[in-house]
């Protein structure tokens, strides 16, 4: 091989530059338009001029574009179920050529609801309740007093109008009570004072599932409190009423040494011969027909799963109410409401009330009717009592007769037109037992 001289070199070197700057001239012609490519997509194109053309696409550019994502594939490249449409079970929304078809809208006029639609209270607890049922409280004692347990329907005999009714109900369970306490203010001070120290006990008397209203009366009725579970309440409500005084005479004097005819020697009035007594008596209210009344609207208004009582604690006087005895006692029977009472100062003394007969005094009031509400509602016995034992002793017996009687019920026959009494009358097929049941009641009448 022969050498090479320095002017071959020189053609050489000639011919290598010239061929590597036509490679650098032809792939800067290259890489033009895929620059110019690149560029349009963030620079905004102006619009053609005449003699270019629109139909030349731009030159592909060799940027891949990013990977498509697909449905259930999230920005952090995890994976989850995809979510449930409407229409095919799994598809996309963007794949569904029509939304679904709504249903229509039907328009209800106010107040209304569709024949098809589902009370969801109803779906809770349903409520069967009978249009007409007659509700019966009945006690059972022995010849000694003492209460009769464990008997049954099959015992009980229920006549309304002398006609036998068959029972649809019947319980020896213990009911909740709405009791409203009714308090004689107008009493003997020393009375009233002695009645202050059982408060604990009447209050003690109540189970915590009862509601208690405390009303006091005198000439005029006053609501101290509200129905209410909270013995607390009732306590603080009687303790207030410790300050309130009784009244300080005593019952009239109507005979002897300091009689209205004033001393006397065998018979004889000394220092002259006799003269008419006259005795005026101060003007006093026994408002206890008002009283009850106000206290058996109340009591109407409670609810009816309850057992409702008028607790009354006075001297049995009625003096100046404007309701009346008759209209009193319809409003009781129409709501089954029972009264029950202890009598105190003159009116639990003994022959007290012979005295009365013997010489009553005109405008001093009547001390039969409390045991006549009683009687005609229900209530059982009037406790007569003096002593403080003997009070706390009847306020337990009488809640606890109140709550733990027989029930019995029946559905009468419906009436439409005027509502007239209706008697009752309950048997035990036993002997020698006392029954206490209200002797009949005026009926609701139905809605025609």
């Known amino acids: 091989m022969a050498p090479v001289t320095e002017e071959g070199w020189q053609m050489r070197r000639g011919s290598l530059l010239a061929g590597v700057c036509t490679i650098l001239i032809l792939t800067i012609l290259a890489a033009a338009p895929r620059v110019q490519a690149q560029s349009g997509g963030n620079q905004t194109q102006s619009p053609p001029s005449a003699g270019q053309s629109q ?25 989850s179920a995809p979510p449930a449409y409407p229409g095919e079970s799994g598809a996309h929304p963007d794949q569904q050529s029509a939304p679904p078809q709504m249903p229509p809208v039907e328009t209800l006029p106010a107040g209304s609801r569709p024949r098809n639609q589902v009370n969801p209270k109803e779906d809770l607890y349903t409520i069967t309740v009978a249009a007409h049922v007659v509700q019966i409280p009945v006690m059972v004692k022995d010849s000694d007093g003492r209460p009769v347990d464990g008997l049954l329907p ?35 001070d020393v009375v009233l004072q002695q009645v202050n120290q059982t408060y604990s006990s009447l209050v003690g008397a109540f189970s915590p599932y009862d509601e208690v209203a405390l009303y006091t009366y005198s000439s005029t009725v006053t609501q101290v409190t509200d129905f209410s579970g909270r013995a607390t309440k009732l306590t603080a409500a009687l303790n207030q009423l410790k300050t309130v005084r009784g009244r300080n005479n005593g019952p009239p004097v ?22 008419a007594p006259v005795m005026t008596p101060p003007r006093e209210s026994h408002v206890l027909n ?9 009591l109407s208004k409670r609810d009816r799963t309850r057992r409702k009582v008028i607790f009354v604690i006075s001297d049995g006087q009625e003096l100046g109410s404007r309701s009346s005895y008759r209209d009193v006692l319809r409003v009781l029977q129409t709501h089954d409401i029972q009264v029950k009472a202890v009598v105190v100062d003159t009116g639990a003394l003994p022959g007290y009330k012979q005295v009365e007969k013997l010489h009553h005094i005109p405008k001093q009031g009547f001390n039969e009717i409390l045991p006549r509400y009683v009687n005609a509602t229900g209530g059982g016995q009037v406790f007569t009592e003096l002593t403080r034992n003997s009070m706390e002793e009847a306020y337990g017996q009488i809640t606890s007769e109140a709550r733990n009687q027989y029930t019995l019920a029946y559905s009468p026959k419906a009436t439409t037109g005027p509502t007239s009494y209706r008697s009752i009358e309950v048997l035990v097929d036993k002997k020698g037992l006392n029954i206490y049941a209200k002797p009949g009641y005026y009926p609701v009448p139905t809605a025609r």
């Open 55 to 79: 139909d030349i696409p731009d030159a592909p550019s060799t940027v891949q574009p990013p990977e498509p994502k697909l449905p259930n594939q999230r920005p952090d490249n995890t994976t």
């Open 154 to 188: 099959k015992d009980f005999t229920v006549l309304e109008n002398g006609k036998k009714q068959t029972l649809t109900y019947f319980s020896s369970d213990p009911f909740e009570l709405s009791v409203a306490i009714v308090l004689d203010t107008n009493i003997a």
């Open 254 to 275: 109507l005979g002897g040494p300091l009689g209205p005819q004033g001393p006397s020697i065998n018979g004889m009035p000394v220092g002259g011969p006799p003269v």
């Open 290 to 298: 008002d009283a009850i009344l106000r206290a058996a609207i109340d």
